[in-house]
């Protein structure tokens, strides 16, 4: 991984800086750091996540592996803002992460249905 494009990511949720000169890259020049830029998308109230949610609803099928694993993990919270300012934005991703919303929409946990990703997926599938 590139040491420079580890030393762009923002420092902080307010590093709105940062996160525009990363989207200035785009893709596939962030490819690498994808994992780390999905963590910055972490709350859909952070300045940096509103300023890389739409870099990252664009780039679809290279980021959907790194959606599975956040869908199939355990931080709810995490979930919610990732389908709500990235999934939700991306056909190709709704299209290819049907299993997951489907399993959400169908089956979700008791943490799942308190955070409203029931609704939320059933809503996504919905949309074509």
């Given at each position: 991984?590139?040491?420079?494009?580890?030393?762009?990511?923002?420092?902080?949720?307010?590093d709105?800086?940062?996160?525009e000169?990363?989207?200035?890259l785009?893709?596939?020049a962030?490819?690498?750091?994808?994992?780390?830029l999905?963590?910055?998308?972490?709350?859909?109230?952070?300045?940096?996540?509103?300023?890389?949610?739409p870099?990252?609803?664009?780039?679809?099928?290279p980021?959907?592996?790194?959606?599975?694993l956040?869908?199939?993990?355990?931080?709810?919270?995490?979930?919610y803002?990732l389908?709500?300012t990235?999934v939700?934005?991306s056909?190709?991703?709704?299209?290819?992460?049907?299993p997951?919303?489907?399993?959400?929409?169908?089956?979700?946990?008791?943490?799942?249905?308190?955070e409203?990703?029931?609704?939320?997926?059933?809503?996504m599938?919905?949309?074509?």
């Open positions: 991984m590139s040491l420079e494009l580890l030393r762009m990511l923002p420092r902080d949720k307010h709105v800086q940062r996160a000169a990363l989207v200035l785009g893709y596939p962030v490819e690498p750091i994808l994992p780390q999905l963590q910055w998308a972490q709350d859909g109230n952070w300045p940096v996540a509103r300023v890389l949610a870099l990252l609803a664009a780039i679809g099928l980021l959907v592996p790194h959606v599975r956040i869908l199939n993990g355990n931080d709810d919270t995490w979930k803002f389908l709500q990235v939700a934005e056909v190709e991703m709704k299209r290819l992460l049907h997951e919303l489907e399993r959400l929409a169908r089956c979700p946990t008791a943490s799942e249905a308190a409203e990703l029931d609704s939320m997926a059933s809503t599938l919905a949309i074509p």
